[in-house]
């Protein structure tokens, strides 16, 4: 497992593509289960909270099923906690999320301006 | 010392400005230009000119107010330039009625170009991309230029820093010595 996190418009496709040679591409949260590079996964995150999964059991199937994907995902979570309950908790679960990523990826980076500042 | 352009981004209220400047002074102690962007409009616009002007003081900047974009300043190839900063001159020109068509490509080759014909070029810039809000399309778009230039100019940058409560990670290239950090 490889996680890039980010906001939104900082080149982290093209570091990633610079850097590993693979193109990251949207996926359902099915396809994210076999895909090489999954982009976006903030929107996984979001969909499945929309379809009322559970988003850890499903990190814990991407871990198992996945362990050398590589994962690009928008920081989303450093602005105003929003009053909606929903976009409240895409941010906090998406945030966990990445937290249990992180804890299990061999690499990390945090892509600014294009640039990658490795974090593990 | 050799001709540097940087690139200074960080959170509102991260203390960039000030980094900015103390790094502007480190490349030239002497006199340099300082590109304003914003436009005076309002209030909090004039507090924070005020603010800025009063921080700039006896810090050897002669301003240069550039809300529209950076064609035919008065700059000179020995100039050392803090251009402050690039998330307004972007909005300044997407928002303008006469916003050209291909507004990247012309912010770009002027941006290039002040890089080119100055000896120290400064620019800061802001991040504002991790609040996942999903905003308007043109306020997207303004994001989406702003992360663009923002590659572009970190590309072209021989020194690319995050001011995180006034402090500097570096994300390419060396602080020149005596910054204060």
Same mark, same amino acid.
């Given at each position: 497992m490889k996680l890039y996190v980010g906001g939104a418009h900082q080149g982290k496709a093209a570091y990633v593509k610079e850097q590993t040679g693979l193109s990251p591409r949207l996926c359902t949260p099915e396809e994210a289960l076999s895909a090489p590079a999954v982009d976006q996964f903030h929107r996984i995150c979001r969909t499945l909270l929309e379809r009322e999964e559970d988003l850890g059991q499903y990190v814990d199937r991407l871990l198992a099923e996945n362990p050398d994907a590589v994962i690009l995902c928008d920081e989303?979570?450093?602005?105003v906690v929003p009053l909606d309950p929903f976009e409240r908790r895409w941010r906090e679960e998406t945030g966990r999320a990445l937290c249990r990523l992180a804890a299990s990826a061999e690499r990390v980076e945090r892509v600014v301006c294009g640039l990658g500042w490795r974090l593990k | 010392m050799s001709a540097v352009v940087a690139l200074v981004t960080g959170g509102s209220g991260s203390g960039k400005s000030a980094w900015a400047e103390g790094l502007s002074c480190t490349l030239c102690p002497g006199p340099k230009r300082y590109l304003a962007t914003m436009r005076p409009f309002g209030e909090e616009a004039q507090r924070r000119i005020a603010r800025h002007r009063a921080m700039r003081a006896h810090k050897g900047f002669d301003t240069l107010e550039c809300p529209d974009g950076l064609?035919?300043? @008065?700059?000179? +190839?020995?100039d050392t330039v803090l251009l402050e900063d690039l998330s307004n001159l972007v909005a300044n020109r997407l928002f303008? @009625?006469?916003? +050209?068509?291909?507004c990247g490509d012309v912010l770009w080759s002027e941006l290039s170009a002040l890089a080119d014909r100055c000896t120290h070029l400064v620019v800061v810039s802001n991040e504002?991309?991790?609040?996942?809000i999903e905003y308007d399309p043109s306020t997207q778009a303004f994001l989406a230029l702003l992360g663009e230039l923002d590659r572009k100019l970190a590309r072209r940058a021989d020194l690319v820093v995050e001011v995180v409560c006034g402090l500097p990670l570096v994300l390419k290239g060396e602080i020149p010595c005596s910054t204060p950090s």
């Amino acid at each position: 497992m490889k996680l890039y996190v980010g906001g939104a418009h900082q080149g982290k496709a093209a570091y990633v593509k610079e850097q590993t040679g693979l193109s990251p591409r949207l996926c359902t949260p099915e396809e994210a289960l076999s895909a090489p590079a999954v982009d976006q996964f903030h929107r996984i995150c979001r969909t499945l909270l929309e379809r009322e999964e559970d988003l850890g059991q499903y990190v814990d199937r991407l871990l198992a099923e996945n362990p050398d994907a590589v994962i690009l995902c928008d920081e989303i979570g450093l602005g105003v906690v929003p009053l909606d309950p929903f976009e409240r908790r895409w941010r906090e679960e998406t945030g966990r999320a990445l937290c249990r990523l992180a804890a299990s990826a061999e690499r990390v980076e945090r892509v600014v301006c294009g640039l990658g500042w490795r974090l593990k | 010392m050799s001709a540097v352009v940087a690139l200074v981004t960080g959170g509102s209220g991260s203390g960039k400005s000030a980094w900015a400047e103390g790094l502007s002074c480190t490349l030239c102690p002497g006199p340099k230009r300082y590109l304003a962007t914003m436009r005076p409009f309002g209030e909090e616009a004039q507090r924070r000119i005020a603010r800025h002007r009063a921080m700039r003081a006896h810090k050897g900047f002669d301003t240069l107010e550039c809300p529209d974009g950076l064609g035919g300043l @008065p700059i000179s +190839p020995s100039d050392t330039v803090l251009l402050e900063d690039l998330s307004n001159l972007v909005a300044n020109r997407l928002f303008s @009625p006469q916003c +050209p068509e291909h507004c990247g490509d012309v912010l770009w080759s002027e941006l290039s170009a002040l890089a080119d014909r100055c000896t120290h070029l400064v620019v800061v810039s802001n991040e504002i991309t991790s609040d996942g809000i999903e905003y308007d399309p043109s306020t997207q778009a303004f994001l989406a230029l702003l992360g663009e230039l923002d590659r572009k100019l970190a590309r072209r940058a021989d020194l690319v820093v995050e001011v995180v409560c006034g402090l500097p990670l570096v994300l390419k290239g060396e602080i020149p010595c005596s910054t204060p950090s």
